[in-house]
């Protein structure tokens, strides 16, 4: 009786903790499930749509100028989803698309010995996980982005730090989001507990801010604003922002990373932006790579 009995409280405590588990990104869940529910609403029929999403659209450009009957996944490939002129330049580009050499790159850097006799092979012995950062350590208990991962690798086996933005940083991460594109992987960020949804939170505040002297927040832009023309470009959704970075850019002429661009955002509104390494930064890029979950990864990019 008694083992009986103690059996069933320690299923009963089993099923609190997996139950807990899940409790942690019910928020976050919900947060993704509206945002799709909003972009798939606002880019059903641009044109029929005009007075709830773009009152100040022409109706010539409604019209004729965006893709219509978008689902959740088609937003993966960011503004040219329904940007329907830009998606015609953006397939042109992609047939000999400028980031192949830095995928070999990468690919080399991957293996190449470090002074110790390892590699980054040894810190990413799977390299199709580019879907799964940032992630929530529990040891270190705060989020670490694949940037911070890939430098605390090369620190950690005596060498030094990369640029964080672009060159070898950029090209490895061009191998590992190749490699899970290949692989058919999907972005897929967990929150595994309270302080990591705390985290989450903080990320999702800071994209919600209004920040500079137009007040302007990143939703301002790439959520209430997505689809949007600006400076001769449809401006893209939060939903699929993250998924295919790095991104080579012509106006770069070079691959970048994520935090590349993000900073890039950020000083055109006067503002400076959080260091890449910074809690911040990491926090942030959670929240928007929670909101790109179950999309399939699609990096190495070209864009504009
Ligand atoms: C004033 C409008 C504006 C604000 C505010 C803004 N951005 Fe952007 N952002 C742009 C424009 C314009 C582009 C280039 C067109 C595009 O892809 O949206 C861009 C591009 C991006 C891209 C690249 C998208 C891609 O598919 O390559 C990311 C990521 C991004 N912004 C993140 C942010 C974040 C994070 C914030 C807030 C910290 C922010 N942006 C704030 C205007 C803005």
């Not at 409280?9 to 947060?31: C, G, M, Y």
């Not at 990369?162 to 960020?189: H, P, R, T």
Request: aromatic share 12%; hydrophobic share 30%.
């Amino acid at each position: 009786m008694l083992m009986k009995l103690l059996k069933a409280v320690s299923f009963l405590s089993l099923a609190l903790i997996t139950l807990n588990a899940s409790e942690f990104d019910k928020q976050a869940q919900k947060d993704k499930n509206e945002l799709v529910k909003y972009f798939e609403a606002k880019f059903a029929d641009p044109y029929k749509e005009k007075n709830r999403f773009f009152p100040y659209s022409t109706d010539d450009e409604l019209k004729n100028g965006y893709s219509k009957g978008l689902k959740h996944m088609d937003f993966a490939i960011g503004s040219y989803s329904y940007a329907k002129d830009a998606k015609e330049q953006y397939e042109a580009i992609k047939e000999f698309p400028p980031y192949e050499d830095k995928i070999e790159k990468g690919e080399t850097l991957y293996n190449q010995k470090f002074v110790n006799g390892k590699s980054l092979a040894t810190c990413f012995p799977d390299p199709t996980v580019a879907g799964n950062y940032p992630y929530y350590d529990l040891n270190k208990k705060e989020v670490i982005s694949l940037t911070t991962a890939v430098n605390q690798c090369l620190t950690d086996n005596g060498e030094k730090k990369w640029n964080a933005k672009k060159g070898d940083m950029a090209a490895f991460q061009a191998f590992l989001a190749y490699s899970s594109a290949e692989e058919g992987k999907k972005v897929d960020i967990k929150i595994p507990n309270k302080q990591a949804q705390e985290a989450y939170e903080r990320g999702k505040e800071y994209y919600y801010t209004q920040r500079g002297y137009l007040k302007m927040s990143c939703a301002t832009c790439h959520v209430q604003g997505a689809g949007e023309r600006v400076r001769n470009e449809k401006l893209s959704p939060l939903l699929g922002q993250t998924t295919h970075f790095p991104v080579y850019r012509l106006k770069w002429g070079s691959l970048g990373t994520l935090e590349r661009r993000i900073a890039g955002c950020i000083k055109d509104q006067g503002q400076v932006p959080p260091k890449v390494d910074s809690k911040k930064m990491h926090e942030l890029l959670y929240f928007m790579a929670y909101m790109s979950n179950g999309m399939p990864v699609d990096g190495p990019d070209v864009r504009k």
